[in-house]
Nanobody, 127 residues
Framework: QVQLVESGGGLVQPGGSLRLSCKTS????????MGWFRQAPGKEREGISC????????HYVDSVKGRFTISADNLNSTMYLQMNSLKPEDTAVYYC????????????????????WGQGTQVTVSS
């Protein structure tokens, strides 16, 4: 059974930092790209970063490039997202899932069967 558990969210002031974690189980973590998505109120869920460690691929959308750093611990089947210089527009629920992550346009295509999402972790950036 595929399980994904996000954690690490919270309330932070603009300019602050948070580190999100995505603990996984039920599949071979090494064989998949993993991605972070976020969904702000009233908006669609969007992919923001992904990693496929075995292939040496990381990918970021422009809105988080230079501020967020994605990493993965294959031994512990866990992915991380270090978020620095947070802005109010980063406020959203953050989710992790399996993705293609080939460094190209298809990077945020969902991968694996069944497609699985965690419960999400809320990030609120506000003064």
């Amino acid at each position: 059974q595929v399980q994904l558990v996000e954690s690490g969210g919270g309330l932070v002031q603009p300019g602050g930092s948070l580190r999100l974690s995505c603990k996984t189980s039920g599949f071979n973590f090494d064989n998949f790209g993993m991605g972070w998505f976020r969904q702000a109120p009233g908006k669609e869920r969007e992919g923001i970063s992904c990693i496929w460690k075995r292939a040496g691929v990381t990918h970021y959308v422009d809105s988080v490039k230079g501020r967020f750093t994605i990493s993965a611990d294959n031994l512990n089947s866990t992915m991380y997202l270090q978020m620095n210089s947070l802005k109010p527009e980063d406020t959203a629920v953050y989710y992790c899932t399996r993705v293609v992550c080939n460094g190209r346009q298809e990077s945020f295509w969902l991968a694996g069967s069944p497609v699985s999402w965690g419960q999400g972790t809320q990030v609120t950036v506000s003064s």
